[in-house]
């Protein structure tokens, strides 16, 4: 059963940096891309950063490019998001999701109806 557990939310105020954790189990990392995801109140789902954990490519959005950074750690089945020079904006529940891809070095687009798998998410908040 796969299986992705977020931690590391929390309370921030701008400017500073959190680092999110996502545990992952029930699959090998890869056959699978992971993503961030997050959702405001009142705002859609959208893609925050993804990575193929097999050749480490990663893609960041437009957003969050410079200062978050997706990363892995395979021996663990951990993924990882720092976040850094955290603004207002960046407030939402974060969430871990995963599809299996057909190649190893695939790394999907970051639509959220592309991921099968999804934590329970984390909640970040960032007053100013």
């Known amino acids: 059963e796969v299986q992705l557990v977020e931690s590391g939310g929390g309370l921030v105020q701008a400017g500073g940096s959190l680092r999110l954790s996502c545990a992952a189990s029930?699959?090998?990392?890869?056959?699978?891309?992971i993503a961030w995801f997050r959702q405001a109140p009142g705002k859609e789902r959208e893609g925050v950063a993804n990575?193929?954990?097999?050749?480490?490519?990663?893609y960041h959005a437009d957003a969050v490019r410079g200062r978050f950074t997706i990363s892995s750690d395979n021996a663990k089945n951990m993924v990882y998001l720092q976040m850094n020079n955290l603004k207002p904006d960046d407030t939402a529940v974060y969430y871990c999701?995963?599809?299996?891809?057909?190649?190893?070095?695939?790394?999907?687009?970051?639509?959220?109806?592309?991921?099968?798998?999804w934590g329970q998410g984390t909640q970040v908040t960032v007053s100013s």
């Open positions: 990575m193929n954990s097999m050749d480490e490519t990663t």
């Open positions: 029930g699959f090998s990392f890869d056959e699978y891309a």
């Open positions: 999701a995963a599809t299996y891809i057909a190649t190893p070095t695939m790394l999907p687009g970051l639509a959220s109806y592309g991921y099968d798998y």
